[in-house]
């Protein structure tokens, strides 16, 4: 599985970003598209998750009720809408692929992925 992530970019704080990460390759064998990212001199830390059916999603406790993720199976594409964005916030931001079932517990980890995107910057200004 080959991962494009896309639409980052410089926004200002409060303001609105949605990301896109279209896969292409095995993509029926994808169980779980996770998004993650790193700030600079930090470690890469999990955001969101969503499992292939849509039916089951998992979100950092930084992120959640502001960030939205969801999949188009159709286009083998995940998405990470980013609203209310802050300068925390700011990191390249990372799509990944688990093509082995886990339990929602390990989504968080980036052991579980196998697969990852090159990256997309987001930047929060004050």
């Known amino acids: 599985v080959q991962l494009q992530a896309s639409g980052g970019g410089l926004v200002q704080a409060g303001g609105s970003l949605r990301l896109s990460c279209r896969a292409s390759?095995?993509?029926?064998?994808?169980?779980?598209w996770g998004w993650f990212r790193q700030a600079p001199g930090k470690e890469r830390e999990f955001v969101a998750a969503v499992n292939w059916g849509g039916s089951t999603t998992h979100y950092a406790d930084s992120v959640k009720g502001r960030f939205t993720i969801s999949r188009d199976n159709a286009i083998a594409t995940v998405y990470l809408q980013m609203n209310s964005l802050k300068e925390d916030d700011t990191a390249i931001y990372y799509c990944a692929a688990d093509t082995d079932p886990s339990l929602v517990s390990k989504w968080v980890l980036v052991s579980t992925y196998e697969h990852w995107g090159q990256g997309t910057q987001v930047t929060v200004s004050s």
């Open positions: 390759g095995r993509t029926f064998g994808v169980y779980t």
